[in-house]
């Protein structure tokens, strides 16, 4: 009788310890499953911000391209209005001797002159679309303390252009004729001049003549509107 007893009481010791057992792995499996759907709701929480992030960097970057810093203009929506008024001027003047078609946006225009936008209030940039072509119009509206700095890169510009000795025989005299020009704030660079084939039959000073002309007589237009 007493044997069956201790059978009996380890029997139910047995079924107590499994009971606990299976309780024990219940608990451990639901607490593994929430800490899997937090998981990946943080996941996809990161992966949210993170698109929301690249989208405002490539929204950023976009704007950069077009906007001249503080300035606020979208350059490709053409010049603000007093560029522009300055622009048809000299196209005025030149007629179909304006060459110049490509407009330059602010990143080219830094990596073309140097010039970046917290340098200037406003500008415009022409030159032509065609490589072979120099003719180009530069005015910018330098901030308070940048001329000096707008000049000298401008400057640095020019004296890359005049030492170039893979310039195209009709633009040695094209380019030889640029000239800079600071009126109040504002720094212009002309190099102008058109069609100068048959002052090029004469020798390249012909060509700097006709330049030098054309470039005085748009500084002088300009210089009328700016002062």
């Known amino acids: 009788m007493k044997k069956r007893l201790v059978l009996l009481c380890v029997g139910m010791l047995a079924l107590s310890f499994a ?4 309780d024990a792995g ?5 607490q593994g499953t929430g800490q899997e759907e937090s998981g990946t709701v ?10 929301s ?8 970057q976009d704007s950069g391209t077009a906007e001249g810093g503080d300035s606020g203009i979208n350059y490709e929506e053409g010049w ?3 560029m522009e008024g300055l622009k048809a001027a000299v196209v005025e003047q030149l007629g179909d001797g304006y060459w110049p078609d490509m407009q330059l946006l602010p990143d080219m225009l830094e990596m073309s002159f140097g010039i970046a936008s917290d340098m200037y209030d406003d500008y415009m940039a022409e030159m032509p679309m065609i490589s072979a072509n120099v003719d180009t119009l530069l005015i910018v509206r330098a901030k308070d303390g940048k001329v000096d700095a707008v000049r ?3 400057e640095a510009y020019r004296d890359v252009q005049v030492n170039n000795s893979m310039q195209y025989p009709m633009n040695v005299g094209k380019v030889q004729a640029s000239r800079i020009e600071t009126i109040g704030s504002y720094v212009i660079f002309v190099q102008l001049g058109g069609d100068v084939q048959d002052a090029l039959e004469e020798g390249d000073e012909a060509v700097v003549a006709q330049c030098q002309e054309v470039n005085d007589q748009v500084i002088e237009t300009l210089r009328g509107r700016l002062e």
């Not at 009971?19 to 299976?22: D, R």
């Not at 219940?26 to 639901?30: K, P």
């Open 53 to 60: 992030g690249g989208d405002d960097a490539q929204e950023g």
């Open 80 to 82: 603000s209005e007093e």
């Open 19 to 22: 009971a606990c057992g299976n």
């Open 26 to 30: 219940q608990d451990e499996g639901s």
């Open 152 to 154: 000298e890169a401008v």
């Open 42 to 51: 943080q996941d996809s929480r990161e992966d949210a911000g993170a698109d």
